[in-house]
């Protein structure tokens, strides 16, 4: 057989047999024991009337077999308190009316006696054989019912793509199984609910209440429980580990109670759809992280050729103009010399920029890891201010720098960056001639590095954005790369410091980059 | 050494940017050296031993095989000194070059003037050492013999470890030393991030010889690498 086939078949038979399953339960249960009773007095009324006519034929004893099948027939149908009701009244009918002498309890013969007893004891052990048959039966049907509706329940569920299908799934499952309408019920926020997929399920006044009990307990309530049973539905709880919990809701169609069977049943679709919810998302989480390492690679992968691709003609175009600065062959007009000079400057600041955006890229992806050792702050300022002598000649840079600064643990490059970014900041910020001050100072377990200018300050709509990227303030000159800043911010926290940006009551900003102090021992303690 | 047959010396360019090797060749060529090119790492291990070059400068980002695994290939069987050429950025890939025996590296993107004196310097270490007892850079004079460091003719008085360390600077002079290097030679240490010491005696150092100290001419910071004694005229 082909699994085509196979699969046909299973989908074929499996939910048809479901429905006969259903249909048959359905009549089971709407015989009340009432009813059984009645119908066990009806036969035996019924088969004395008949007897009356075909025992003057066939004679007495004939007549006791006749009954007898009557009560066998009838346990096939109804319950042991009839069965017993049937088989008492039919022996004692038979005795009084047919067997000589006729309307008399009276028994003429020891045989007759003994027929009347053999009779009782016959009808009663067959119909107790009977009834124990069928409720065997029943609790076959039931399991296989049990059964088939996990079944159906977990390929159904299994074959679900996504949560929306998932949902739908459960209710359609739930509603064929329970002869209900279903619902699936997430709350959404403070105490309120919502059916998912499922529209017309009204969640208002007992239902609502029902419905709070659920998710403040995580115990069923509504109709048939001992919770909140005046509410229209019974809600359940579904024990995945989603919070907060969603709710199975139920309105049941049927009028007698919810049996322990359907409960187990319950219980059991229950746990399958709290499986599937879980399996469903983690495999979102998996998908999600495939997703993120792909973008991941991709991104390492992008700025591995970037680094090379922009590089390389940056280097040639520095190269090349460099070559003809340094001939510097009196030929040379000033005009050319200008434009080969603003051909470098150029040159410089695409390179800074490309340099900003892969530092950017890899602060994004995680990828910066600071390599510490044990670091001069005095040397750390020294590099960045030569770094920066350039862009700062414009300006006058005061530095305050304490002999007795501790070493510090860090990434020098990186503090680098940091320091270089923020001078080259100040220095696009603020008007030529005016001053910027860089001071290093420690406090009892923080390093506190601070770059004070006399500019315009920051319009202070900005100051909380000023640390995002590409964010630029109203007004500001342009010439920055929008990175320069959220660089400071990341490689700071990379460190576990922080940076913060204020304007100065005199005027002017102020950036200040707080960097924990690990190692204590400043310049004069290691000399020792 | 094969110095060609015009006295040349013969530069061996491992480098997969066909403009940048054209550059290099161009600038080369026009100060007194002979260009050999290659364009991946294979070819660059091949031309090392047919041209047996006086220099060799490697690209650390090659096509085919890694920068490191070329020089240390060619490492197995050459002393022949190798510039790296790197990028900003990949201070631990130079340190790990230079750890392998590279000479010294330099940045892209670089200016001429910067490079013609790394190959100056580079190229004097695959030369046979004359046995130098005083060195000198701008204002600074060391007579090894005499241990006497003296600025501007002045004598200055060092402790013993600042003249160690000093006296390493001189014997690699113009040379980047790392971080590692320097706490092996001096402090016999194999904790390379543990540089508290040697950052102290920097400073010591710079205090002494440096005529500004916050802008130092001698005794250089390489951000991330190490350190480098600057060869003045």
Redesign the interface.
């Known amino acids: 057989m082909t699994e085509a086939e196979i699969k046909s078949v299973t989908a074929g038979t499996v939910p048809a047999s479901g429905t006969q399953v259903t249909a048959h339960r359905r009549q089971m249960q709407r015989q009340s024991p009432l009813y059984q009773y009645a119908l066990a007095l009806a036969a035996v009324a019924g088969v004395t009337l008949a007897a009356f006519l075909f025992t003057p034929l066939v004679g007495a004893h004939a007549t006791a077999l006749v009954f007898l099948l009557a009560v066998v027939l009838l346990a096939l149908i109804v319950e042991r308190g009839p069965i017993l009701l049937a088989a008492a009244l039919s022996a004692l009918s038979w005795e009084y009316f047919f067997l000589p002498p006729v309307f008399d309890f009276r028994l003429q013969h020891f045989e007759d006696a003994m027929l009347v007893g053999m009779y009782f004891v016959v009808a009663l052990v067959l119909g107790q054989l009977t009834a124990r048959i069928r409720a065997q039966q029943e609790l076959e049907r039931s399991r296989e019912e049990h059964a088939t509706g996990l079944y159906l329940l977990t390929r159904e569920l299994s074959q679900a793509a996504n949560s929306e299908q998932l949902i739908e799934k459960i209710v359609q499952q739930l509603e064929q199984a329970f002869n209900a309408r279903a619902a699936f019920i997430v709350s959404t926020q403070d105490n309120r609910f919502q059916s998912r997929w499922t529209v017309d399920f009204p969640l208002l006044g007992a239902d609502h209440e029902a419905l709070l009990w659920v998710a403040r307990t995580g115990l069923p309530a509504g109709r048939f429980s001992e919770h909140v049973n005046e509410a229209v539905g019974l809600y359940y709880p579904i024990a995945s580990s989603e919070r907060p919990r969603p709710i199975l809701g139920l309105r049941l169609r049927q009028t007698h109670s919810f049996s322990a069977r359907q409960r187990n049943l319950l219980e059991a679709f229950s746990q399958q759809i709290a499986l599937a919810l879980d399996r469903n998302r983690l495999n979102q989480v998996a998908e999600k992280a495939r997703v993120l390492a792909e973008s991941e690679r991709m991104s390492k992968t992008l700025l591995d050729s970037m ?2 691709e922009m ?10 103009a ?2 003809l600065a ?1 001939v510097a062959e009196p030929s040379f007009s000033p005009f050319q010399q200008q434009m080969i000079a603003e051909i470098e400057e150029a ?1 410089e600041r695409l ?1 800074r920029l490309v ?1 900003n955006v ?2 950017a890229s ?1 602060l994004e992806s995680g990828n910066v890891r600071p ?6 702050v ?2 750390l300022v ?2 960045a ?2 770094e920066t002598e350039k862009q700062l000649s414009h300006h006058k840079l005061s ?1 305050a720098l304490p002999r007795s600064l501790p ?1 510090v643990r860090m ?3 990186l503090m ?1 960056q940091v320091l270089t970014n923020l001078l080259s900041n100040a220095a696009l910020h603020t008007p030529p001639g005016t001053t910027i001050e860089l001071c290093a100072k420690a406090e009892t377990d923080t390093l506190i590095l601070s770059v004070a200018d006399s500019g315009p300050g920051i319009p202070p709509e900005s100051l909380a954005r000023v640390f995002d990227k590409f964010h630029r303030a109203r007004n500001a000159p342009t010439g920055g790369t929008g990175l320069g800043l959220s660089l400071v911010k990341g490689f700071a926290e990379a460190h576990g410091g922080s940076v913060a940006a204020a304007n100065r009551p005199g005027g002017g900003a102020i950036f200040t980059v707080r960097l924990p102090l690990q ?1 204590n ?1 400043s ?1 004069a303690a ?2 020792a | 050494m094969s110095e060609s047959a015009n006295n040349k010396p013969v530069v061996l360019v491992i480098e997969d940017e066909a403009q940048i090797r054209r550059l290099l060749r161009v600038c080369l060529e026009r100060n007194d050296y002979q260009v050999v090119e290659a364009s991946t790492g294979e070819a660059g291990i091949d031309g090392a031993i047919q041209h047996q070059p006086d220099l060799i400068m490697l690209d650390l980002g090659l096509p085919d095989l890694d920068g490191l695994s070329v020089l240390k290939r060619i490492r197995e069987w050459s002393k022949v000194p190798i510039l790296i050429l790197s990028v900003r950025g990949r201070e631990e890939d130079k340190i790990n070059a230079l750890d392998s025996g590279a000479n010294d590296y330099i940045t892209k993107p670089f200016s001429t003037g910067e490079l013609l004196a790394r190959l100056r310097v580079v190229r004097r270490y695959g030369l046979p050492r004359a046995d130098v007892e005083t060195f000198t850079s701008g204002n600074l004079t060391v007579d090894l013999a005499t241990r006497t460091v003296k600025m501007k003719g002045r004598i200055v008085r060092l402790t013993a470890t600042e003249y160690s360390l000093l006296a390493l600077f001189v014997q690699h002079a113009g040379k980047v030393l790392t971080h590692g290097q320097i706490l092996r030679e001096i402090w016999n240490s194999q904790e390379v991030d543990k540089t508290g010491p040697l950052r102290v005696y920097m400073g010591y150092l710079r205090e002494k010889l440096e005529t500004d100290p916050a802008k130092p001419q001698l005794l250089v910071t390489e951000p991330g690498v190490g350190y480098r004694l600057v060869l003045h005229d």
Request: proline share 2%; with cysteine.
């Open positions: 680094s090379h590089r390389t003609p940056i280097a040639a175009i520095r190269s090349a460099g070559n340094a040159t390179n340099g892969l530092e890899r390599r510490l050792n044990d670091c001069d005095a040397e020294h590099v201010v030569a530095v070493l990434d020098f490059v680098q190692t021992h310049l290691a000399e």
